[in-house]
């Protein structure tokens, strides 16, 4: 059974930095897409970046841009989503997600695999 898990969430002040972690395993990581989303409370759930399997980033949200950078290490089966200047309302449960061959896709329907989610916390 495929599983993706998130880790490196947590609680930070606004203008302070996280790494998410999204470890692979029973799947053939270098072939797939792996996107990071989130969902903050009340609202629906939204792409933050993405990258395709052959590499080469994808898509940020611009939101984002400039803040958060999305990097895979295929020896470890593991994405990587690094957040700087993180402000509050990027307060959300963040997913990563993995799809087979994809093109680094920013709507989630086209990923074939989901992590359980990690919270991150933003304060003022």
């Known amino acids: 059974q495929v599983q993706l898990v998130e880790s490196g969430g947590g609680l930070v002040q606004a203008g302070g930095s996280l790494r998410l972690s999204c470890a692979a395993s029973?799947?053939?990581?270098?072939?797939?897409?792996t996107g990071w989303f989130r969902q903050a409370p009340g609202k629906e759930r939204e792409s933050v970046a993405a990258i395709r399997w052959s590499g080469g980033i994808t898509y940020y949200a611009d939101s984002v841009k400039g803040r958060f950078t999305i990097s895979r290490d295929n020896a470890k089966n593991t994405v990587y989503l690094q957040m700087n200047s993180l402000k509050p309302e990027d307060t959300a449960v963040y997913y990563c997600a993995a799809a087979r061959y994809g093109s680094g896709s920013s709507r989630d329907n086209e990923y074939d695999y989901w992590g359980q989610g990690t919270q991150v916390t933003v304060s003022s």
């Open positions: 029973r799947l053939t990581f270098n072939r797939y897409a």
